[in-house]
C-alpha cells in the first residue's frame, strides 16, 4: 500500500502498548482509526489522546475471543468511514505461569481464544469486506518471535503465535493467488516495552482464575523483565517498523533483526531440516 490518507485502518487492542503505536503511526499518515480494546479506561484514553494528535478515531469496547464482537466492529468501522484498508489483529495476553501439563484448561482457552481465535475471526468478519470493497488494503497479525522459536516462553503463548505466523503465511498464498491487492505482514517481536508481562489484568471473568499462582521461577522472571523494560524496544519503533513494511508488502516483520534473533530461528530451521534435536537452552533468552 503506498497511499494512507483519508483510507481507514482497524486496530485489535489499539488501546495499548503497539497497537496504540500503531493506531499513532497510522494516524500521522492521514488514515481514520478504528480501535476495538477490552479495557474500556485505557480505550477513551486512546481516544482522547489520538483525537489531540488531530486524528479521527473511533473506539469501540470489543473482546476479541467473540467472534460476535469482531463483526460487531466490522459492522462500527463500516457504518461509520464506508471501507476499511487496513485490519490489524493485533490484541494478545501472555499468559499464565505454569508447564502445559500443569495448566487447566481455562488457562489454555483464554490464550488461544485471545491470541489465535482473534486474528480467524477478524479475518472472517473483515476480509470478505475488503475483497468486495476493491480496493488496496493490507492486513497486519501480531505473532511473537515466540510465533517462530518454541521453548523460550510459555506453552500456550507458543503455540497461539506459531499458528498465528502459520495462518498469515497462508493468506498470504490465498490472497495472492486470487490476486486481491490485500498484502499480509505478521509481526514477530521480541521484547518490547509493553504492559504485556501485566496482561492478567485483562483475562476475562468467564475463564476463572489461573490453575497455579505465580511461582517463584516466574516471579523472577517477571523481575528480570521489569529490569530489562527501560533497554526492551520501544513501542513506537515497531509502529514505524509496521508502517514501512506495509509500504513495502513485506510478510515477515521480525524485530529486532539482531543476529541473535536471526541465529535463533536459523538454529531452528538447521534442526528441522538436518532432524537433530535441539539443545535444550535453544532459545533466545
Ligand atoms: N510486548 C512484547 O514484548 C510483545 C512481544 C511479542 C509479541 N507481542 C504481541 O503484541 C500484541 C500487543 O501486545 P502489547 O505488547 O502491546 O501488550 P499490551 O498489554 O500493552 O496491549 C495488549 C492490548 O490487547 C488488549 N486486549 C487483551 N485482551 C483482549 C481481548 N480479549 N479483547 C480485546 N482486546 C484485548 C489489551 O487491553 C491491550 O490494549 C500482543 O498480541 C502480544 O502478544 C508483544
Request: net charge negative; proline share 3%.
Amino acid at each position: 500500500m503506498q497511499d494512507f490518507a483519508g483510507k481507514v485502518a482497524v486496530i485489535t487492542g489499539g488501546a495499548n502498548g503497539l497497537g496504540l503505536a500503531m493506531a499513532r503511526r497510522f494516524g500521522a499518515a492521514g488514515m481514520k482509526i478504528v480501535i476495538g480494546d477490552i479495557e474500556t479506561g485505557a480505550l477513551a484514553d486512546a481516544e482522547a489522546s489520538l483525537q489531540a494528535a488531530g486524528i479521527e478515531v473511533v473506539g469501540r469496547r470489543t473482546d476479541v475471543a467473540l467472534s460476535g464482537d469482531l463483526d460487531a466492529l466490522a459492522d462500527a468501522a463500516y457504518e461509520r468511514f464506508g471501507a476499511v484498508h487496513i485490519l490489524a489483529n493485533n490484541a494478545g495476553v501472555g499468559g499464565s505461569p505454569g508447564a502445559m501439563w500443569e495448566l487447566s484448561e481455562a488457562d489454555w482457552q483464554w490464550v488461544i481464544d485471545v491470541d489465535l481465535w482473534s486474528v480467524i475471526h477478524g479475518i472472517r468478519a473483515f476480509v470478505p469486506r475488503m475483497i468486495d470493497g476493491g480496493e488496496e488494503g493490507h492486513i497486519i497479525n501480531t505473532a511473537s518471535v515466540a510465533g517462530l522459536i518454541s521453548g523460550a516462553v510459555g506453552g500456550p503463548y507458543t503455540v497461539a503465535k506459531f499458528g498465528v505466523v502459520a495462518l498469515s503465511e497462508q493468506l498470504y498464498f490465498e490472497l495472492g493467488r486470487a490476486e486481491h491487492s490485500i498484502g499480509v505482514s505478521v509481526l514477530c517481536p521480541g521484547f518490547v516495552n509493553t504492559r504485556i508481562y501485566d496482561s492478567d489484568r485483562n483475562r476475562q471473568e468467564s475463564y476463572g482464575q489461573p490453575a497455579l499462582d505465580e511461582s517463584a521461577e516466574r516471579a523472577e522472571r517477571r523481575e528480570a523483565l521489569e529490569a530489562m523494560r527501560e533497554s526492551m524496544i520501544q513501542p513506537e519503533t515497531i509502529g514505524d517498523r509496521v508502517f514501512d513494511a506495509v509500504v513495502e508488502n513485506q510478510l515477515y516483520i521480525v524485530e529486532p533483526g539482531s543476529d541473535a534473533v536471526s541465529d535463533a530461528i536459523q538454529r531452528r530451521l538447521d534442526h528441522v531440516s538436518a532432524r537433530t534435536n535441539p539443545a535444550l537452552d535453544f532459545g533466545i533468552i
